[in-house]
């Protein structure tokens, strides 16, 4: 809309319960027009640059709506971003000089004084092929038995650790396609096609795909919580969606063809295949709307246990349930009841952003507090009233959130009561903008969620985490488009699992690399890292 809409204010006298709902019908036809009139506009932009002309040109900010900004990142708790070069440092503190080189000064008059040295240090890049030939001497023993040398350990191939190491780093981590990485190894010198390169990337690494497996089983059993969080991608000419599991400590993938909860389950299982019918997996199949009769079927036939997928379908038929709705709701309660059977489950805490899948009855939900206040700040106010009520509410909303980031450093009972009375008196108050007291009522219907930190201190209050994570599989979609094999997929999931695992455990991704592909493992196997944190962590409580 080019001219917005402004509502006369109505004094609370001349209000009435039918001028009430009027208004409510108002604003939220005035907000519907509001984000029509927006995607329209960026509609026209797409048409106009198909058509080879130019979109309509964006406005930065002003000041005063960066100096905005800055305000309610201060009142959010985050520390504000810092001048540029505020923080010195010494640049060659960290720097390994192998080679050193004294140079003294031309034409010295005759009674000079040595006076110390000041040092400068350049630093270089040596790019360059390095090619040996192994002339491996062959033997005939006078048995008439033939024998030849030995090649040395580290050689895996006719391309050096080195050499795939660097085709790694620069695939998974730069994103360089493969056609511009042959033409980048041709012009150093390096003789290779784009069949050896795709070898190199997706061929021998079961290594980096065990520790990839077994990065989420101990991260989990590491973790007092994990983020949650999922995004498309394609395979295969297909949309698919990759998930991620982490916390602070660790980063795992997962790219499948469907995000529905039965898949989430199915990942929270870390590659455990064998199922077996329990309690609590009957339970959650009548608490999600299972026929009585075929509950009864599943918890009184004679199989129990399953070792794999064939096997749970065969049980499936076998008992009657052939409805996609009751085969997908029992294959969710089974892989739920198999969670709870570990008391993993029964502390661990799921930080998400409110989609459904990712909240399973009987297991701990957590929601994202910026998830919630981003449905505060998209509401479009219809006047002043509605400006300052939300403008109150958001504050109020902030004030909170930073209050229980404190108490998760330092929880006390007291406190907790005191921010379950503030929370009710937020989300429960009345105001003059209807649409945010319908939002504040609904959010309110999630106070569990939103308070779980009061139980569980060491619960995030966002999922920050997981955007960060996920936004590198968001870029690839961008450069790439999508996978083409299983294979490739698999191999794009597992190196994003190690990269983003080392940066959270201060390793470098290249040493990895090079360290693993040398078959040398001077790095520990960064489970092996995460289960240490997680244990000096737990003694610094």
């Known amino acids: 809309m080019n001219k917005r809409l402004s509502l006369p204010e ?44 130019k979109a309509r040109p964006k406005f930065k900010p002003s000041g005063m709506a960066q100096a905005a900004d800055s305000d309610l990142s201060s009142a959010t708790g985050d520390a504000p971003k810092k001048r540029a070069g505020s923080e010195k440092r010494s640049k060659n503190q960290q720097l390994v ?208 246990d399953f070792a794999h997928e064939t096997a749970w379908q065969a049980h499936l038929a076998a008992c009657g349930i052939d409805s996609e709705r009751h085969q997908r709701i029992a294959s969710e309660g089974i892989q739920c009841g198999c969670l709870l059977q570990n008391d993993l489950w029964r502390r661990l805490v799921i930080v998400s952003d409110d989609a459904g899948q990712f909240n399973v009855p009987g297991l701990l939900h957590a929601l994202c507090w910026v998830h919630g206040e981003r449905l505060i700040h998209k509401l479009i106010p219809l006047n002043d009233r509605h400006r300052q009520a939300q403008a109150l509410v958001r504050g109020q909303l902030w004030e909170l959130y930073r209050d229980l980031k404190q108490y998760a450093t330092a929880p006390d009972a007291a406190r907790k009561s005191a921010l379950e009375a503030r929370f009710d008196a937020i989300f429960t108050q009345k105001t003059d903008f209807a649409t945010l007291n319908s939002l504040l009522k609904r959010l309110y219907c999630n106070k569990v969620e939103l308070l779980q930190v009061l139980d569980h201190p060491q619960t995030p209050l966002h999922t920050n985490g997981s955007e960060r994570d996920i936004r590198e599989q968001v870029i690839r979609k961008k450069i790439s488009g999508g996978t083409r094999s299983d294979l490739g997929r698999q191999c794009r999931d597992t190196f994003m699992s190690l990269k983003k695992t080392c940066r959270k455990l201060g390793i470098s991704f290249w040493q990895y690399l090079l360290d693993r592909t040398k078959g040398a493992n001077t790095i520990p196997p960064l489970p092996e890292l995460i289960r240490q944190r997680a244990v000096a962590r737990a003694m610094s409580y």
């Open 10 to 53: 109505i004094p609370d006298s001349e209000r009435t319960p039918l001028m009430d709902v009027l208004l409510d019908i108002i604003e939220t036809l005035s907000e519907t027009i509001q984000r029509q009139d927006e995607e329209m506009g960026c509609l026209k932009d797409e048409i106009a640059i198909l058509k080879g002309e």
């Open 97 to 304: 000089i192998p080679e050193e080189q004294v140079i003294r000064p031309p034409n010295l008059a005759p009674g000079s004084r040595f006076n110390g040295y000041r040092d400068y240090v350049v630093q270089d890049l040596l790019l360059e092929s390095c090619n040996t030939r192994y002339r491996r001497e062959c033997w005939q023993t006078p048995e008439g038995q033939w024998v030849c040398g030995e090649l040395p350990a580290e050689v895996n191939g006719h391309f050096g650790p080195q050499l795939q190491a660097t085709v790694k780093y620069l695939h998974h981590h730069s994103r360089i396609p493969q056609p511009l990485l042959r033409e980048m190894l041709l012009e150093w010198g390096i003789d290779i096609s784009v069949g050896q390169i795709d070898a190199l990337l997706s061929g021998q690494h079961a290594r980096f795909q065990s520790e990839k497996d077994e990065l989420l089983r101990i991260g989990l059993e590491a973790s007092p919580a994990i983020t949650v969080d999922d995004t498309g991608h394609r395979h295969q000419g297909q949309n698919g969606y990759t998930t991620h599991i982490g916390n602070d400590d660790f980063a795992w993938f997962a790219s499948t063809d469907h995000k529905n909860r039965l898949n989430f389950l199915t990942l929270l299982r870390a590659g455990e295949r064998h199922r077996t019918i329990t309690p609590e997996g009957l339970a959650y199949m009548q608490q999600q709307g299972l026929p009585q009769e075929l509950i009864e079927r599943l918890a009184t036939h004679a199989v129990q």
